[in-house]
């Protein structure tokens, strides 16, 4: 079974920035891919971000291009999102996610492993 850890949610006015971090308890090299999702009421869970460990491939939602970067620390198993110019639009629980397989797109991966969410709030 695979543990992740997230932290770094919170309350942050718009333009602002946030960290999210996610610490996975289990060896990078068997989870090739981990990303990061999020969900607001009343809405599916959407794809945000992921990237590769082998050679950090990274992909984004259209929705954070250009605002948000996913990092990973191989190390440290822990893979980061780093939200700037945050807006309302951005409020959800964001959940990390860990996938055993990788491919051309990882936002259309099956994920396995999720973490239990955190919440992100961005005020007007």
């Known amino acids: 079974q695979v543990q992740l850890v997230e932290s770094g949610g919170g309350l942050v006015q718009a333009g602002g920035s946030l960290t999210l971090s996610c610490v996975a308890h289990?060896?990078?090299?068997?989870?090739?891919?981990m990303a990061w999702f999020r969900q607001a009421p009343g809405n599916e869970r959407e794809f945000v971000a992921a990237?590769?460990?082998?050679?950090?491939?990274?992909e984004y939602a259209d929705s954070v291009k250009g605002r948000f970067t996913v990092s990973r620390d191989n190390a440290k198993t822990a893979v980061t999102l780093q939200m700037n110019s945050v807006i309302p639009e951005d409020t959800a629980v964001y959940y990390c996610?860990?996938?055993?397989?990788?491919?051309?797109?990882?936002?259309?991966?099956?994920?396995?492993?999720w973490g239990q969410g955190t919440q992100v709030t961005i005020s007007s």
């Open positions: 996610a860990a996938s055993v397989l990788t491919g051309a797109s990882t936002a259309g991966l099956p994920y396995h492993y």
């Open positions: 289990r060896r990078t090299s068997t989870l090739p891919t």
């Open positions: 990237i590769t460990w082998y050679n950090r491939k990274t």
